[in-house]
């Protein structure tokens, strides 16, 4: 009970520091072009902007395909034998991958989303296989990473129905207080069980409002990973993808920011040589 108690005061400090944080930091945001806004402006609306790498223009993308191709190759040929769940290689202290993502206009559209000096968290290249049963994190979250997490999700193949999109719900759908709220997180945080799966949700949320991030290679989806509920869906055809994650410099929970730079996921280069058995940790 004291310990409780105790959490509970210790959580409304760290809340109103969070607080006063962005309100003292809010007029040291650094300004943006009107592109640039439209992203900032769908994060804060929708929770999520799709735009492409084409449009974005960033100089340092050709050698991100180049590179990401390079990568995939070597985890192909290092093989994958557990198919349900995603092969993730960790791609964050290789230069190409660190330098697109730390591109000046990315870390000051995160900067302006977040409120607060931005930290670029690391990248995770992705393989996702066919599955025809949800789990993990294609059962329905929201990440726990920050109170805010910028995730920047570039296609690196075309990905219609059968790909297994991203998929999520608009913000203003599960925002506030209400009933609708009060169900997805009690269905979100029981214990033992991760997410919430399509048939649970269905009922609370019609699927007329879920939305598909169908796109060509080279699509970019900007999203607020712990603001709005989301997950991957099934597929019968694979997806290859990278995952940017951007959060405060001082997130809410460090720790599970570690993944994206620590060895908890193999760079590529080195799995054939020191083949290792990835973890599924969701990143919930
Ligand atoms: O696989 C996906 O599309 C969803 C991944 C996810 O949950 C995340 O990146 O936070
Ligand atoms: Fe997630």
Redesign the pocket.
């Known amino acids: 009970m004291f310990d409780k108690i105790r959490n509970k005061v210790l959580g409304l400090f760290s809340e109103s520091g969070y607080w006063w944080s962005r309100v003292a930091h809010a007029k040291k945001l650094p300004e943006v072009s009107a592109s640039d806004r439209s992203i900032i402006n769908g994060l804060k609306k929708e929770g999520a902007y799709i735009t492409s790498l084409e449009e974005l223009g960033l100089s340092s993308t050709p050698f991100l395909l180049q590179a990401s191709r390079k990568c995939l190759q070597l985890m192909t040929a290092a093989g994958w034998s557990v198919q349900t769940e995603?092969q993730i290689c960790t791609v964050t202290d290789m230069l190409e991958f660190s330098s697109w993502g730390k591109e000046n206009r990315l870390l000051k559209i995160a900067e302006n989303y977040l409120g607060l000096p931005v930290k670029f968290q690391g990248v995770h290249l992705?393989r996702?296989f066919p599955s025809s049963k949800q789990c993990g994190?294609?059962r329905w979250?929201w990440?726990i990473e920050d109170r805010r997490v910028v995730?920047i999700?570039v296609y690196l193949n075309d990905v219609d129905e059968k790909t297994?999109?991203?998929?999520y719900i608009p913000r203003n759908l599960t925002s506030g207080w209400s009933w609708r709220r009060w169900q997805i997180t009690r269905a979100a945080k029981r214990p033992g069980v991760f997410g919430i799966a399509d048939e649970e949700l269905t009922s609370i949320i019609p699927k007329s409002a879920w939305r598909k991030c169908i796109g060509p290679a080279g699509t970019v989806i900007f999203v607020d990973?712990a603001s709005v509920l989301?997950?991957?869906?099934l597929r019968t055809k694979e997806?290859s993808?990278l995952?940017f994650v951007y959060t405060a410099a001082i997130p809410k929970r460090p720790e599970e920011c570690e993944q994206y730079s620590d060895l908890t996921y193999q760079r590529p280069d080195r799995l054939v040589a020191e083949p290792i058995v990835n973890i599924c940790k969701?990143?919930?």
């Open positions: 995603p992705r996702d994190i294609q979250h990440d995730k999700i297994g999109p991203f998929e990973t989301h997950h991957g869906t997806r993808a995952f969701p990143t919930v």
